[in-house]
């Protein structure tokens, strides 16, 4: 007499050997109808005809972040006014990529369309046999929805993200915004009405002034404070004396930029005093 247990234990092991049959013959005829959809269907002939005349182009991100070491400056730049400095270099290729995206948006709707014309469902090149057509034409329209390509990207947006951190990097503060497509055009737009490198548009302008002030993070402050010696390059006063100031050798609104060689330390007085002049004490 085998014990209870061990009856049990015989039982649930035949069950799961009867279950793995079953399961085995499910999926080698399930590949047999597989296999012959793949070699004879007539709608999965024409989807592979009309996916090799369709490629899209991929999604490329233009998304901008920076991160100020320095709150009054990351108070002082908004997510637009990051924007719209990076679109004086950028805008010519995020607008080559917006128009790939919309080229998508065109060419993946004729797709669509193109595979909603696909209707021949049931129709082989070969004798099916002793295949049930039904389910040769369940196994077609499975494996037409696997092999339809995915869809692209057909919509473009452009997010900013502003962070603030500690000027050993530690982020504390975030802000964020999204631009779509009509507000990067607006945009760009306002900032091609110029003359002469200047930008007629006053807030444009000064958008792109507040950008490139907050620049200089705190980190480039002192790393010019040292190595001007901690002292104003025009009257030589030093920090224990004075309050020190980073200037614009060639000043932001004449177009000056944030770089090391037009950076320079002045006290406030000196600093005023320069106003906007074109001077280089160093
Ligand atoms: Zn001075």
């Known amino acids: 007499m085998l014990s209870p247990v061990i009856c049990v234990i015989i039982a649930i092991a035949t069950a799961l050997v009867f279950l793995g049959v079953i399961f085995l013959i ?24 009309i996916n090799q005349r369709y490629s899209f182009y991929p999604y490329k991100s233009f998304d901008q972040c920076h991160t100020y070491d320095n709150e009054k400056m990351y108070d002082t730049v908004s997510c637009t006014d990051y924007l719209i400095y990076q679109l004086q270099f950028k805008s010519k290729r995020i607008f080559s990529q917006i128009t790939k995206i919309s080229e998508n948006k065109k060419q993946y709707s004729n797709y669509l369309n193109e595979i909603k014309a696909i209707t021949q469902f049931g129709q082989f090149q070969a004798p099916i046999g002793m295949l049930k057509l039904d389910n040769l034409i369940k196994t077609e329209e499975r494996l037409l929805k696997v092999n339809t390509l995915c869809a692209p990207a057909t919509q473009f947006n452009l997010t900013v993200t502003l962070y603030c951190s500690t000027i050993d990097g530690r982020i504390y503060d975030k802000k964020s915004e999204c631009f779509s497509v009509n507000d ?5 737009r306002r900032l091609n009405n110029k003359s002469v490198g200047f930008y007629n548009d006053r807030e444009i302008w000064d958008a792109i002034c507040r950008v490139e002030r907050g620049r ?11 190595r001007d010696g901690y002292r104003c ?16 050798i060639l000043p932001i609104a004449k177009g000056g930029k944030t770089v090391y060689e037009n950076l320079q330390t002045l006290c406030h007085k000196c600093n005023v005093e320069k106003g906007v002049s074109h001077i280089k004490y160093r």
């Open 184 to 188: 990067l055009f607006t945009l760009s």
């Open 216 to 226: 200089v993070s705190n980190k480039m402050r002192f790393s010019i404070y040292e």
């Open 26 to 49: 499910r999926h080698l005829i399930q590949r047999k109808y597989n296999n012959f959809v793949l070699q004879n269907s007539i709608c999965l002939k024409q989807l592979n005809e």
């Open 233 to 248: 390059c025009k009257c030589g006063i030093s920090a224990s004396f004075a309050q020190l100031e980073i200037d614009h």
